[in-house]
């Protein structure tokens, strides 16, 4: 109102809409932006985000294709269409994508990163190599590259390789918790407790406050059907995580497959009750009943 010829008011309220999520308001508003300042790049993200978001694949498509064509110097426009192509899962389209950004944007990390993730879901692994490889070579004190290589490596199963991998990804980043997480995975996976175990604990060492370490020891736990220590490991998970819903959901499991049914339906009941918007814990009761 007070200074009608400036784009920031109607930006603040694309802002308050796109914070709220409502995606319809989203397109309402960005699209009087995009008739008040045609020259701006802003309108042509927000309106592809927010028809990508409702699902409107062609039209975010459109505000893309827009954005790359009047902006070619940005990049936003091309990332835009590969995020679709991303969420349709059509890989063929987010390959053809990232060819165009890495040729004129060559020194982001990002179209590495998502080219050789785009051959890997079409399981043309040595593609996707190429691609980490390229990405640690330009990249080197980056960690997505070595990521990458241990991601193709789950992929295909290959348990060996993955644990080689990861090791190389710790010795390179070894303040990085990933490394122990998926080398606990791994030996979980070949039935090796004893070291699954003591990777997850260097985990919790490393990093006592998130929750993947005692995460790993439960899924450990339950893989040898060990519900005795699933039990207490649950329990010291939901004094440390009281917001996740999945400490109440191992230990009602853990309840259960004790033949303990009224502290199973207790965690289920109390998993429904804190988080109303999750299915588990009415699945949960279900189960037990």
Known sequence: EKFPTMHQGLEGMVNVAQHQKDWQKTIERATIFQEKFPNLWHSYWWLGQAHKNLHQYKQAQGQFTQLADKFPAMHHGYQGLIEVAQQQQDWQQVIKHTKTLQAKFPNMWQGYWWQGHAYKNLRQYEQAEQQFSLLIEKFPQMHQGYEGMVNIAQHQGDQKVIIERATAFREKFPHMWQSY????????????????????????????????GLEGLINVSQHENDWQKTAELSKQFIK??????????????????????EQAEQQFAHLMKAFPQNHYGIQGLIDTA
């Open 181 to 212: 997480w998926w080398v606990g995975q791994s030996y979980k996976n070949q039935y090796q407790y004893a070291p699954a175990y003591a990777e997850f604990e260097k985990l919790i060492e490393l990093s006592p406050r998130i929750h993947q």
């Open 240 to 261: 440390q995580f009281p917001h996740m819903w999945q400490g109440y959901w191992w230990l009602g499991h853990a309840h259960k497959n004790l033949a303990e049914y």
